[in-house]
Protein backbone atom coordinates (compact mmCIF):
# COMPACT_ATOMS: atom_id res chain seq x y z
CA UNK A 1 0.00 0.00 0.00
CA UNK A 2 1.59 3.01 -0.60
CA UNK A 3 1.99 5.48 1.78
CA UNK A 4 0.49 9.37 1.66
CA UNK A 5 3.94 10.69 1.89
CA UNK A 6 5.32 8.42 -1.04
CA UNK A 7 2.47 10.00 -3.10
CA UNK A 8 3.61 13.20 -2.67
CA UNK A 9 7.21 12.50 -3.12
CA UNK A 10 6.40 11.08 -6.55
CA UNK A 11 4.51 14.43 -7.13
CA UNK A 12 7.44 16.78 -6.13
CA UNK A 13 9.57 15.17 -8.87
CA UNK A 14 7.51 16.79 -11.63
CA UNK A 15 7.98 20.36 -12.70
CA UNK A 16 6.96 23.18 -10.87
CA UNK A 17 5.05 20.90 -8.29
CA UNK A 18 8.03 20.90 -5.94
CA UNK A 19 6.75 23.60 -4.05
CA UNK A 20 3.19 22.38 -3.62
CA UNK A 21 4.18 18.82 -2.40
CA UNK A 22 6.51 20.34 -0.11
CA UNK A 23 3.39 22.50 1.34
CA UNK A 24 1.39 19.78 1.40
CA UNK A 25 4.25 17.22 3.52
CA UNK A 26 4.68 19.93 5.96
CA UNK A 27 1.01 20.42 6.32
CA UNK A 28 0.20 16.89 7.05
CA UNK A 29 3.04 15.04 8.22
CA UNK A 30 3.37 11.55 7.86
CA UNK A 31 2.24 9.74 11.22
CA UNK A 32 4.93 7.57 13.25
CA UNK A 33 4.42 3.97 14.53
CA UNK A 34 4.91 5.75 18.42
CA UNK A 35 2.18 8.11 17.35
CA UNK A 36 -0.60 7.91 20.19
CA UNK A 37 -4.04 6.85 18.45
CA UNK A 38 -7.03 8.80 18.90
CA UNK A 39 -8.88 7.21 21.05
CA UNK A 40 -6.18 7.10 23.44
CA UNK A 41 -5.49 10.78 23.40
CA UNK A 42 -9.42 11.21 23.61
CA UNK A 43 -9.45 9.22 26.47
CA UNK A 44 -6.71 10.60 28.23
CA UNK A 45 -8.47 14.17 28.17
CA UNK A 46 -11.57 13.38 28.75
CA UNK A 47 -10.45 11.65 32.13
CA UNK A 48 -8.16 14.98 33.00
CA UNK A 49 -11.17 16.99 31.95
CA UNK A 50 -13.62 15.37 34.20
CA UNK A 51 -10.88 15.39 37.20
CA UNK A 52 -10.34 19.51 36.43
CA UNK A 53 -13.06 20.38 35.25
CA UNK A 54 -15.36 20.62 31.60
CA UNK A 55 -14.14 24.35 30.89
CA UNK A 56 -12.63 25.47 27.29
CA UNK A 57 -9.48 26.05 29.28
CA UNK A 58 -9.30 22.28 31.01
CA UNK A 59 -10.11 21.24 27.31
CA UNK A 60 -6.70 23.57 26.50
CA UNK A 61 -4.60 22.16 29.56
CA UNK A 62 -5.52 18.52 28.76
CA UNK A 63 -4.89 18.99 25.39
CA UNK A 64 -1.35 19.94 25.96
CA UNK A 65 -0.73 17.60 28.73
CA UNK A 66 -1.34 14.99 26.52
CA UNK A 67 0.95 16.19 23.91
CA UNK A 68 3.68 16.67 26.82
CA UNK A 69 3.59 12.88 27.96
CA UNK A 70 3.49 11.58 24.20
CA UNK A 71 6.63 13.33 23.97
CA UNK A 72 8.76 12.08 26.92
CA UNK A 73 7.23 8.66 26.37
CA UNK A 74 6.76 5.93 23.29
CA UNK A 75 3.01 4.85 22.85
CA UNK A 76 3.99 1.37 23.99
CA UNK A 77 5.37 2.70 27.60
CA UNK A 78 2.21 4.50 28.11
CA UNK A 79 0.08 1.55 26.91
CA UNK A 80 2.09 -0.59 29.70
CA UNK A 81 1.75 1.74 32.50
CA UNK A 82 -1.45 2.67 31.86
CA UNK A 83 -2.32 -1.17 32.04
CA UNK A 84 -0.34 -1.94 35.31
CA UNK A 85 -2.17 1.07 36.97
CA UNK A 86 -5.52 -0.20 36.00
CA UNK A 87 -4.70 -4.07 36.90
CA UNK A 88 -3.41 -2.94 39.71
CA UNK A 89 -7.07 -1.94 40.94
CA UNK A 90 -7.63 -4.92 41.55
CA UNK A 91 -7.48 -6.33 45.45
CA UNK A 92 -6.02 -8.88 47.37
CA UNK A 93 -3.09 -11.66 45.30
CA UNK A 94 -4.35 -10.66 41.43
CA UNK A 95 -3.48 -6.93 41.68
CA UNK A 96 -0.22 -7.84 43.46
CA UNK A 97 1.99 -8.48 40.45
CA UNK A 98 0.68 -5.28 38.97
CA UNK A 99 1.32 -3.42 42.03
CA UNK A 100 4.60 -4.63 43.05
CA UNK A 101 6.56 -6.18 40.33
CA UNK A 102 10.05 -4.89 39.16
CA UNK A 103 8.33 -4.10 35.61
CA UNK A 104 4.96 -2.07 36.91
CA UNK A 105 7.04 -0.31 39.24
CA UNK A 106 9.29 0.97 36.18
CA UNK A 107 6.63 1.74 33.95
CA UNK A 108 4.43 3.59 36.54
CA UNK A 109 7.09 5.58 37.44
CA UNK A 110 8.20 6.76 34.12
CA UNK A 111 4.44 7.76 33.49
CA UNK A 112 4.49 10.04 36.70
CA UNK A 113 7.39 11.70 35.65
CA UNK A 114 5.86 12.51 32.47
CA UNK A 115 2.78 13.46 34.08
CA UNK A 116 4.57 15.66 36.45
CA UNK A 117 6.76 17.17 33.47
CA UNK A 118 3.12 17.93 31.70
CA UNK A 119 1.63 19.47 34.73
CA UNK A 120 4.51 21.74 35.35
CA UNK A 121 4.21 22.74 31.22
CA UNK A 122 0.29 23.15 30.80
CA UNK A 123 -1.30 23.72 34.46
Known amino acids: ?3 FTARFAAIAKTPGATAF ?15 YPTTAVVDY ?10 T ?3 LERCSCSIDVIESI ?16 LQTGERGVLFRQ ?14 QAEAEIRCF
Do not use: W
Open 1 to 3: MET
Open 21 to 35: AAALLYAFPASSAED
Open 45 to 54: VYGCMKANGE
Open 56 to 58: RRA
Open 73 to 88: LPYDQYEAASAFKSLG
Open 101 to 114: SAPAKLAITDLKRA
